[in-house]
């Protein structure tokens, strides 16, 4: 009788129930060898390369691109090939059965367990052969009680088991998920990248260099190698007559190799349900979470902005605002436990930054805020923006924050009710700039001013705490420098 076994899906270090499948790198038949890729999935924050935990035939995948498949459900069976290398009885696989799903649940904000540039995922699932008998592996200690490690939008659970992930080797290419991410999103074909790194791993930098002059692009002149499992390739030469064949061979997996929408924006609605998935999925939990745990109370006023001098950078003021606000009132630069009833006061501001993407929403963290000056506020704004775009932002900065700026202003709205996700108690909205007459000694004078919104949790901040925090910051503001 054939030696079979089944590979469940690991908690890919979000902490979250299901990753959704992007691409296979192999087809039911195939035969494959032990590390190497299996499968992309994307998760809340990153495409992550999932390699094979044996050598052997694949005999069954667990569904197709854009299929969403919850963490611990089968992924893949396999029949195992003795001839074919396999990994030593008892060798860590980095794959195996998480803790029972009624452990207890540890928190927030442990430093990494692995603390390099590898990306880390825990353990939940992983290669089980029928009847093996595998307990559930002990967690470690070692540093405590772990604290909520959140993701994307919030805080979300998981568990301290990881296993690293190093640049695997897919379609004869090795790169990091996040390289080959950052690869989709530019529409470069990473199989013509020549890679610069170690043992010639393609690095983000090769990447960006063929986006760049245009030498990888796909579907340019050269030897091409063949599309990969679910990839489907537009000829730009090809003739007009050939369009409606190509739209009907179009599969769920669009040019960047991304799952395709169930309709693009662009089309009116046709009724049509469509899962949630990656990022958005991640935040619809979190904003539910948000809604149920916290008492949300919002203030609004105008700062008058009309002293600024020229040059002024409108999100480095805010964030100094923000700095000089939770000096005079701390009870909104604090974290609330709702279950304990606790308030935990911060001596250092680390501002969550909320950036708005086609995927959803990233809340990047930007470090003691309050020791930068407007320099370094917005070269590190713009350092966790690109983080954000290139999907390499590691998920430490994603998490830990101890207030919120969103600065939605900068496409439209005036006032608004931001959600406050716990543990934070406050966050802190930037409408739309406006000019409004202003009266003044002698007469009126058109000023400009910035419109804010200050929403808190109410267990932990009383009113007077937010309305002179809020007057802090208006004060701040109407400085000229």
């Known amino acids: 009788m054939a030696n079979t076994t089944s590979f469940r899906l690991p ?19 195939d035969t494959i060898r032990l590390d190497d890729a299996l499968v992309s999935m994307e998760t809340a924050k990153a495409v992550v390369d999932v390699p094979s935990p044996v050598s052997g035939k694949v005999l069954k995948l667990a569904g197709e691109a854009g299929d969403i498949v ?37 928190g927030v904000g442990t430093q990494d367990p692995a603390p390099d540039d590898k990306v880390v995922a825990s353990s939940e699932g992983g290669a089980i052969a ?23 939008v919030g805080a979300m659970q998981s568990s301290d088991t990881v296993h690293s992930e190093q640049a695997s080797s897919a379609g004869g290419v090795k790169a990091m998920p996040a390289v080959r991410a950052l690869a989709r999103k530019l529409k470069v074909d990473i199989a013509r990248v020549r890679g610069t790194g170690a043992d010639g791993v393609v690095t983000m930098a090769d990447v960006k260099q063929a986006a760049a002059d245009g030498s990888a692009a796909p579907g340019s002149t050269g030897s091409a190698p063949p599309p990969r499992a679910g990839e489907y390739r537009v000829s730009h030469d090809a003739p007009a007559q050939d369009a409606p064949r190509q739209a009907d061979a179009r599969t769920a997996l669009s040019a960047s190799g991304k799952p395709m929408r169930t309709q693009p924006p662009s089309v009116s609605a046709s009724g049509q ?8 999925r ?3 939990r979190v904003m539910a979470d948000a809604h149920a745990k916290v008492v949300p109370t919002t203030l609004s006023d ?16 805010l964030i100094r605002a923000i700095c000089v606000a939770a000096r005079a009132v701390p009870a909104l630069n604090a974290w609330f436990d709702g279950d304990k009833l606790t308030r935990t006061l911060h001596p250092h501001v680390d501002i969550g930054i909320a950036v708005d993407t086609d995927d959803g929403l990233f809340v990047p963290a930007l470090r003691n805020a309050d020791m930068l000056d407007a320099r370094g506020v917005r070269e590190g704004i713009n350092r966790l923006r690109a983080q954000v775009e290139d999907r390499s932002i590691p998920g430490s900065e994603l998490s830990g924050y101890t207030i919120s700026l969103s600065n939605f202003g900068m496409f439209a709205g005036r006032y608004a009710t931001p959600v406050v996700v716990p543990p934070c108690v406050a966050i802190v909205a930037a409408g739309r700039g406006r000019h409004q007459i202003t009266p003044v000694i002698g007469g009126f004078e058109s000023h400009k001013v910035i419109p804010l919104s200050l929403t808190f949790d109410h267990r932990a901040a009383t009113g ?4 002179r925090f809020l007057k802090a910051m208006l004060d701040d503001l109407a400085l000229p420098n």
């Open 11 to 29: 908690d890919l270090g979000e902490g979250l129930p299901d990753a959704t499948i992007v691409e296979w790198a192999v087809k039911v038949g």
């Open 302 to 317: 105008d700062a008058d902005i009309h002293a600024w001098a020229p040059g002024n950078d409108v999100t480095s003021r």
């Open 130 to 152: 029928e009847g093996d008998g595998a307990q559930p592996e002990a967690k470690s200690d070692a540093g405590g009680a772990r604290a909520d490690t959140g993701t994307v």
């Open 70 to 106: 919850e963490t611990g459900a089968v992924l893949a069976e396999f029949e195992i090939d003795p001839s074919l290398p396999q990994r030593a009885e008892g060798q860590d696989t980095g794959h195996h059965h998480g803790p029972p799903k009624t452990a207890a649940s540890h």
């Open 464 to 467: 007077g705490e937010a309305a």
């Open 282 to 284: 991640n935040m619809a």
């Open 273 to 280: 349900p469509e899962p949630l998935k990656g990022v958005r």
